[in-house]
C-alpha cells in the first residue's frame, strides 16, 4: 500500500515551453502533497506544500509563478513547469501524506521525474 | 531554521562489515526523525522512523535512536549485504515539513 505514482518519469522540452508533472496517490487519499527538487549528488530540497482545494504555500526564494501546482483532487497535485529554462533541469520529486498534520506521518515517496531543458 | 548534518560520503564497506552513519539536527521543539533510504533508479522509502526521545527505530537489520541530548539519531547496521547499497537520508520532522540531510552514498563490495 501507500504508493505514490509520478507521470512522465522523465521528459525533454525546449526552452521556453511549458511542462506539467503529475502526482498520484495509488491507494491512498492525500490531503497534503509535497514537491521536491534534487540536484545531482545533492539533498532534497523542498520546493512547496499542496494542500487539496487551496494554494500551495511554497518555501523561500521559490518563484510561485515559475513552478505552478495545482491540487485539485485528494489523489492528484500537478507540478507545471513554466517557461522552463536550462537552469530548471533537474529531478523533481513529489511525496505524500495519508492523513493527519502530525510530524509524525510519514510521507511516501514517488519514484521522480527527470526533466531536461534543452 | 531546521538543519541536517549527515556524515559525508561516499561510503564504501565489505560485505558484513559494521555500517554507521551519523546524523545530527537542529530543530525547533521536538522532531520526529526518519531515515530515508533510496536504491538505484528507485524513490525514497522510509526505513526507520522514531517519534519520541529514547525511541529506538529499528528496520532490515538497521537500527537508529533519538537523541535528544545530542540532537542525534545515528544510522547503524551490523553486518551490511550488497543489497544495501543505497544513498541513506537522515530527515526530521517539524511543522509537518521534512528537512533532508545530504545524503550519505553507501556502496557495499562482495
Known amino acids: 500500500g501507500a504508493v505514490v505514482s509520478q507521470h512522465p518519469s522523465w521528459v525533454i522540452c525546449k526552452s521556453g515551453t511549458s511542462v506539467k508533472i503529475e502526482c498520484r496517490s495509488l491507494?491512498?487519499?492525500?490531503?497534503?502533497m509535497f514537491w521536491y527538487r534534487q540536484f545531482p549528488k545533492q539533498s532534497l530540497m523542498l520546493m512547496a506544500t499542496s494542500n487539496e482545494g487551496s494554494k500551495a504555500t511554497y518555501e523561500q526564494g521559490v518563484e510561485k509563478d515559475k513552478f505552478l501546482i495545482n491540487h485539485a483532487s485528494l489523489t492528484l497535485s500537478t507540478l507545471t513547469v513554466t517557461s522552463a529554462h536550462p537552469e530548471d533541469s533537474s529531478f523533481y520529486i513529489c511525496?505524500?501524506?495519508?492523513?493527519?498534520?502530525?510530524?509524525?506521518?510519514?510521507?511516501?515517496f514517488g519514484p521522480g521525474t527527470r526533466l531536461t531543458v534543452t | 531554521g531546521d538543519s541536517v548534518t549527515q556524515m559525508e560520503g561516499p561510503v564504501t564497506l565489505s560485505e558484513e562489515a559494521f555500517l554507521t552513519i551519523n546524523c545530527t539536527y537542529t530543530a525547533t521543539g521536538y522532531p520526529s526523525l526518519f531515515w530515508y533510504v533510496q536504491y538505484p533508479g528507485e524513490g525514497l522509502q522510509l526505513l526507520l522512523k522514531?517519534?519520541?526521545?529514547?525511541d529506538k527505530g529499528s528496520n532490515k537489520g538497521f537500527e537508529a535512536t533519538y537523541r535528544k541530548e545530542t540532537t542525534s539519531f545515528h544510522l547503524e547496521k551490523g553486518s551490511v549485504q550488497v543489497s544495501d547499497s543505497a544513498v541513506y537520508f537522515c530527515a526530521p520532522s517539524a511543522r509537518g515539513k521534512l528537512s533532508f540531510g545530504a545524503g550519505t552514498t553507501v556502496t557495499v563490495r562482495a
Open positions: 491507494d491512498f487519499q492525500a490531503t497534503t
Open positions: 522514531a517519534t519520541k526521545a529514547d
Open positions: 511525496s505524500a501524506r495519508d492523513r493527519g498534520t502530525g510530524d509524525y506521518y510519514e510521507q511516501y
